[in-house]
């Protein structure tokens, strides 16, 4: 497995970064896939969501403008993906708190979020990152909270098999392509984890899940 002592950026390469959202609606079923992402949280007025990894803030505005009584905050890594998404917000007079952050080591209390959205951030970790993330979206979750993953997934035809192929030489998704993700949230005491949804996109397969903090 590949060694990233800095970070994977959006569309790995910095000088892609500009043109990242424009590919996302062209190559990955975006929409849809936050959509339907936002729409299995069932987000209340008045609850505090993260969105970890936000990239250029897309997800962070569409929950913004499903349920605008609500707190959104949006950590990401990387300085200029975070202009992009301030620029974005700015425009569309959203109010999102964005910061700059390692999805491995959160800047806030325990038990301080209702939802956590990680939408294709996890194939961008190491796989000790991934479980040090986990770990520590469960000690900012609210017991009954719950974590919403959008991410790289077991191939489910041989069709998507090849294309994990290529994108394993680039992003950090072995462990997606094994099923390993909802294993991992439940070793790090998620419960229930369950599997929500499957795309199939030119990218690759991906899934969604919902992982809930447990009350006790
Ligand atoms: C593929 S983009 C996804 C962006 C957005 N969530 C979306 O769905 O469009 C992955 C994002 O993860 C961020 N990222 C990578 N490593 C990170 C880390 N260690 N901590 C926080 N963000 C990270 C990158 O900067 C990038 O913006």
Redesign the pocket.
Known sequence: MKKHSH?????HFHWLTRW?DPM?RLFFH?ERV?TALIAQAHVQPGQNVL??????G??AMLIKQTQPNVTVYG????PQ?LDIARSKAEQAGESIVLQQ????CLPYPNGCFDHVF????L???TRQ?KQQ?LREVFRILKPGGELHV?DFSRPHDPGMWLISLIVRWFEEVHDHILGLLPVFMTDIGFNPVEETTCYRTLLGTVASYRAGKPIN
């Open positions: 970070y994977i950026p959006a569309f990242y996302m975006e936050k969105d970890v990894g936000c990239g250029t897309t997800l950590l990401d890594v990387d993906v952050g390692r999805a491995t990680a939408s294709l951030v194939h961008h970790l990152d993330m959008a």
